[in-house]
């Protein structure tokens, strides 16, 4: 309660009126003297979204219409890699959006960078807000209201939908994910959990039913193993045509069958990695058991990946009996399969464990550096309050219906929200099959039981180790064991350098640029003095030098500014710890330790770009050969060569999608082809990480298709020979071969040397096939340097290690280039006769 005082009466209520008197008595209108204010500038609310939706822009524009002063703009942006790069780079540049849609499974890796707000005051504000609530019985008339029904207006709850924020309300594990040391840092949006999917013909046709025929899905371990060896079936060449269960397709990962097994990948301290406890393992060579069962992972990868369309997924099409996936997938069969027998029930767990799950999602954060933090935390308020999921639910609900499809709704992080969004939307809708409402009554029941990944900042690192594990053990055969201890040692020692930091100090940015100025001006005056004493003091004051150095300062402006300076930055990064977003740290050669000595992928990148270099000579003999068959004087030979040069020009990422295509294991041009042959067991391609036919010899095989490019090269130098050399070749008695390597090749040595540098230059920096066809995979087999580095500069944001790897990348190139020059000296030959 303001106490009343004289001096803030006469501040606020006698000034205006003696101003007024003031001017009225020297007859000046009162509409002249006070000018209207201006108007009010709306607040606007940059919100970033990770996918479209007509529910949430209608409940923001009804949140709008209810705060007229705030103004909500959306934008798209990716929940991948380069949204992470989007996000670092907008915060960096000081332009960071108001509020994001995020991975609750990412918070804890952001939040050790300083990324997002702590959102516990705000919370407790709308907690202690006298009409704002979130009580009980203001949860339990919310759900009345948002199935529809009226309601009193009940305490706690606040017009337009405001509601307060209160950890009881959602799911424990949907609220666990968004904390990280005792801190909330995003409030849930929705959640998933992954379930057991069978094919109930498949079932019955199998056998596998109870006294009164209807499918019965396996329980226990034991009986998992049981159903996938009667489920799967093969043609006489031993080619599969239907598989009863991979382990790992779908949506279960190692998570999913530690979590059944009673493991735990971390403690609860958040401080010690324990992916190698004997849960783990187990569960681990459970599933590398389960994959030696159908044939091994290789087979059953590329008969279930033939195809990325969702209407034609293995699952809907009867190629695989059984999966586990998301709560997701059901909108999927309910959209193109509404007819198909399926069942729904818990993933099977070993004997005596009780059924389990694990659960992921999405939550609103507001990153550090938001302009309007208060206004996106109303905004959050109000899309997760029973009125605002009412209007997103209902709109999505017309939408679909619209669109002539069957509407599941996403599963909210709200237990309240969807008891009362099944009653609306589920239970009662005529377009839905029994087995999609009884498979959604299933996914909500299991939430109860549902666990979550660690909430760690190094869950990202973590995450692609048991990744890296399950490729060891399902394709290599390394132990269980052996692959999670090592996966366990990488990640132990990550965490260990975020917690525990080495010992860092600033940057000594004075020293760095005494060393460029001492390098650079010696060299810059070692060049005027030769010039001087070349051609005299006299030639710089020529006209034509000045305006050759004005017409060339563009490109000397922006090879310095664009090229030379981050090239001298990268250097001095090599030597620091250093994210984008906190200032660099100095650490010496820390980085360079690592990268030779640490638990990394260094090594084994670096393996897989020296095998690259197989290609360099089989694409240098195509490019020729082809130049050899175009260097004839026939009719229509532009025609020709314009054909063979085509390839050269299309797009890398074009091409990539459709070498996708052409070397797809299953119905692929090039498998399809080798089949009509007879050969019944065709490479696997990009599905293999085999050294001999797999997914290396894929990209190499691709590149020789743009051999065409290097033709153009080779022509030209064709061209060049004179052709009195053949002539008395041939007069020698030399024939066609004898006149090729003894005249062709010696003539061609500067173009073949050509060729050699800069194709060992393109092929030590070869990313663009890796990044598109392959994700690095399968099993790191295509995990080539650049890759390796853009990884860990644009995923992990460690641009300390990786700029030593650019630089170790730069010293690997000079030196085989280096050798290539010096070698040279003794087979090229550049005297033409």
């Not at 499918?215 to 009863?244: F, M």
């Not at 030209?716 to 070749?729: D, F, M, S, V």
Request: proline residues 7%.
């Amino acid at each position: 309660m303001k106490v009343f005082t004289y001096r803030r009466f006469f501040r606020w209520h006698a000034w205006p009126r003696l101003l007024t008197a003031a001017f009225v008595g020297m007859g000046v209108p009162i509409s002249a003297a006070a000018s209207p204010a201006p108007p009010v500038r709306p607040k606007i609310i940059h919100f970033w979204i990770i996918w479209p939706d007509r529910g949430r822009e209608a409940a923001i524009t009804a949140f709008e219409a209810r705060h007229p002063h705030i103004k909500i703009h959306e934008s798209l942006y990716p929940g991948t890699t380069l949204g992470a790069q989007r996000l670092t780079t907008a915060i960096a540049g000081g332009a960071p959006p108001d509020l994001i849609m995020a991975g609750r499974f990412s918070i804890a890796s952001w939040v050790q960078r300083h990324v997002y707000l702590p959102l516990d005051k705000f919370i407790a504000a709308s907690q202690r807000d006298t009409r704002g609530g979130g009580s009980p019985e203001a949860t339990r008339r919310g759900e009345m209201k948002a199935q529809g029904g009226s309601s009193p207006r009940a305490e706690g709850t606040q017009p337009g939908g405001r509601t307060g924020i209160y950890a009881r309300n959602f799911y424990r594990a949907c609220w666990q994910e968004a904390t990280y040391r005792g801190q909330v840092y995003g409030i849930p949006l929705n959640t998933d959990d992954r379930l057991l999917f069978y094919n109930s013909d498949l079932l019955q046709r199998a056998g596998l039913v109870n006294p009164a025929g209807h499918a019965v899905p396996p329980k226990t371990w034991k009986q998992l193993e049981q159903y996938a060896i009667a489920l799967t079936h093969r043609d006489a060449y031993g080619n599969l045509t239907q598989l009863g269960f991979a382990p790992n397709y779908g949506n279960s990962w190692l998570y999913m069958f530690a979590f059944l097994n009673g493991g735990r990948f971390m403690n609860r301290a958040g401080t010690r990695v324990t992916m190698d406890s004997p849960a783990v393992v187990r569960a681990l060579a459970f599933m590398a058991h389960l994959y030696h069962l159908v044939g091994g992972i290789s087979r059953a990868d590329a008969f279930l990946t033939s195809t990325s369309a969702p209407e034609l997924d293995p699952f809907l099409t009867g190629r695989i009996a059984m999966k586990i996936d998301g709560d997701w997938f059901m909108q999927a069969i309910a959209q193109y399969k509404p007819y198909l027998r399926f069942g729904v029930a818990p993933a099977p767990t070993p004997t005596g464990r009780h059924p389990a799950t694990w659960s992921g999602g999405f939550a609103y954060c507001i990153p550090a550096g938001s302009r309007h933090p208060r206004a996106a935390f109303q905004l959050i308020r109000f899309l997760v309050s029973p009125e605002g999921w009412r209007i997103q639910m209902a709109v999505n609900a017309r939408y679909y219906a619209a669109q002539g499809h069957p509407f599941v709704p996403q599963m909210t992080a709200q237990p309240a929200i969807n008891r009362a969004v099944f009653r609306r939307y589920i239970a009662r809708n005529p377009n839905l099959s029994p087995q999609v409402i009884q498979a959604v009554r299933v996914a909500y029941r299991m939430m109860a039981v549902s666990h979550i990944r660690p909430i760690t900042p190094v869950g990202q690192y973590m995450w692609n180790q048991q990744v890296q594990a399950m490729n060891e053990t399902f394709r290599d055969g390394v132990p269980a064991a052996v692959a999670l201890r090592q996966a366990t040692q990488k990640v132990q020692q990550r965490l260990d350098r975020m917690l525990h930091p080495p010992p860092a100090q600033p940057v000594p940015w004075r020293w760095f640029t005494l060393a460029v100025a001492g390098l650079v001006l010696p060299l810059a005056a070692i060049g005027v003095a030769v010039t001087a004493r070349r051609k005299g003091w006299r030639y710089f004051l020529n006209r034509q030098v000045g305006a050759a150095l004005l017409f060339a300062s563009p490109w000397l402006l922006g090879f310095l500014l664009l090229q030379a300076g981050p090239m001298f930055m990268s250097l001095v990064y090599s030597f620091c710890r250093y994210d984008v977003l906190r200032p660099a740290q100095w650490v010496g050669l820390y980085n360079y330790r690592a990268v030779f000595l640490g638990h990394n992928r260094f090594w084994l990148s670096l393996e897989n770009t020296a095998y690259m270099l197989i290609g360099l000579p089989l694409g240098m003999a195509a490019g020729l050969a082809i130049a050899l068959l175009l260097n004839t004087e026939i009719r229509g030979m532009k025609i020709y060569r314009t054909l063979f040069y085509l390839p050269a020009i299309v797009p890398v990422v074009a091409s990539s999608v459709l070498w996708m295509w052409v070397l797809s294991p299953i119905d692929g041009l090039i498998n399809s082809f080798l089949r009509l042959l007879g050969v019944h067991h065709p490479p696997l391609w990009l599905a293999s990480p085999s050294w001999l036919l797999g997914s290396k010899a894929a990209i190499i095989l691709m590149g020789l298709w743009g051999a065409g490019g290097g033709m153009i090269i080779w022509l030209a130098g064709l061209k060049g020979i004179p052709r009195h050399l053949y002539e008395a070749a041939e007069i020698d008695g030399a024939g066609v071969l004898r006149r090729f390597r003894h005249v062709t090749i010696p003539m061609l040595t500067p173009y073949i040397f050509f060729n050699l540098i800069m194709g060992t230059i393109g092929t030590m920096q070869i990313f663009t096939q890796a990044y598109i066809m392959t994700g690095g995979g399968p099993a790191n087999s295509t995990a080539f340097l650049g890759y390796y580095l853009f990884v860990e500069a644009f995923k992990y944001f460690r641009m300390g290690y990786a700029s030593a790897l650019a630089w170790i990348l730069l010293l690997m190139i000079a030196g085989l280039s280096a050798v290539q020059f010096a070698v040279s000296k003794k087979w090229v030959v550049y005297d033409t006769l």
